[in-house]
């Protein structure tokens, strides 16, 4: 079945680490997101990739960076700069720009003791 | 500042009765509205979207309206169901027209629907 995997599920790291989740998607989609949900607010936009090689920042890109190596592949890197990095992070793709919906993932809960 | 508002952060409804969720929205470039239900530790999965030339899209229970001129959506929900209790996000993506700009969704905060037996 055609999805979006996201791994792990449950993530725990402790302070100063850098952390990578993983998403993959085989919908042949385009563009890829990274989102970020805290208790109370909206998804919140980390990073978008509309094409292989290339990303943007989103709305609060600060302490995260990520790559687009292959088309399948978004992996998102928590660093030590990321001043409050527990949260849950979800991961979505679309087949490109416009008015099209958004796939998501089951999400990683990180929790940075 | 918002541009996508969900003013409510909770409804309680009654099971059988009609569940209605409003979203109000600032930028009058969007064209394209999406409802996303979400369980808690669980992705959103899409419900029901509509375009800024409709006034109403259905889709079995769930009938989405859009006023332009307020830019205002809601969603309707009829009969309720436990199953319907959940968080629900309204979300439009960057307007088709605005070039190399910005891409993704932007999300309003979210109503928490619970459904009573």
């Known amino acids: 079945d055609g999805g979006i995997t996201q791994s792990p599920k449950y993530l725990f790291r402790k302070e100063g680490q850098n952390v990578t989740l993983s998403c993959e998607q085989n919908l042949n989609h385009d563009a890829m997101y990274w989102y970020r949900q805290d208790p109370g607010q909206g998804l919140r936009l980390i990073y978008y990739?509309?094409?292989?090689?290339?990303?943007q920042k989103g709305d609060i890109a600060e302490g995260y960076s990520v790559s687009r190596e292959k088309k399948e592949s978004f992996p998102l890197t928590v660093t030590s700069a990321q001043k409050n990095p527990t949260a849950f992070y979800l991961c979505?793709?679309?087949?490109?720009?416009?008015?099209?919906?958004?796939?998501f993932g089951q999400g990683t809960r990180l929790t940075v003791v | 500042d918002q541009q996508v508002k969900q003013n409510s952060p909770s409804l309680s409804v009654q099971e059988g009765r009609i569940s209605i969720l409003n979203c109000d929205y600032t930028n009058s470039m969007f064209d394209y509205f999406l409802w996303y239900k979400k369980y808690p530790a669980e992705g959103p999965t899409f419900l029901i979207s509509?375009?800024?030339?409709?006034d109403k899209n259905e889709d079995g229970r769930f009938t989405v309206f859009l006023n332009k001129s307020a830019k205002h959506l809601s969603l309707h929900i009829v009969p309720s169901q436990p199953g319907d209790s959940a968080v629900y996000f309204c979300a439009a993506p960057a307007p088709t027209d605005s070039g190399g700009g910005a891409d993704g969704l932007t999300f309003g905060k979210g109503t928490h629907l619970i459904i009573q037996p």
């Open positions: 509509i375009s800024s030339i409709k």
């Open positions: 979505a793709s679309r087949i490109g720009r416009g008015n099209t919906e958004a796939f």
């Open positions: 990739s509309q094409i292989v090689n290339d990303f």
